[in-house]
């Protein structure tokens, strides 16, 4: 028995020694990074366009109030809020390009 348990360790190791080492693929940064800047720049157009939907929405409310004080009051509340939606995301949208410049600078990514 101890001779079968020997002989089989010593062929298990013997794979081991003479198995081609597997390395694990370099990554490429430049790929990672263009991905990432097509989704944010994806994600930008459509609030992008949900902004515009809320101006369209709160302009008609605005000039169908018909004086009534609640429907403007509203209907100005939502052009605000949709402006300042899109100052956020716009804001977002350059504040990731710098990083991004940043970082491509201090890591040498595309050198």
Excluded: C, H
Excluded at 37 to 50: C, E, N, P, R, Y
Excluded at 66 to 89: C, H, M, W
Aim: proline share 2%; hydrophobic share 50%.
């Amino acid at each position: 028995m101890n001779k079968k348990l020997i002989s089989l360790v010593t062929l298990s190791l013997s794979f081991l020694l003479l198995a081609t080492p597997a390395y694990a693929a370099s990554a490429d940064v430049t790929k990672i990074e263009t991905f990432i800047k097509s989704i944010i720049q994806v994600l930008v157009t459509l609030a992008g366009l949900v902004a515009a939907g809320f101006f369209v929405w709160g302009g008609v409310g605005y000039i169908t109030s018909s004086g009534n004080p609640e429907t403007l009051e509203r209907s100005k509340k939502t052009i605000l809020y949709s402006g300042i939606g899109l100052a956020i995301v716009l804001g977002a949208f350059v504040l990731t390009n710098i990083v991004s410049d940043l970082a491509t600078t201090a890591f040498g990514a595309g050198q």
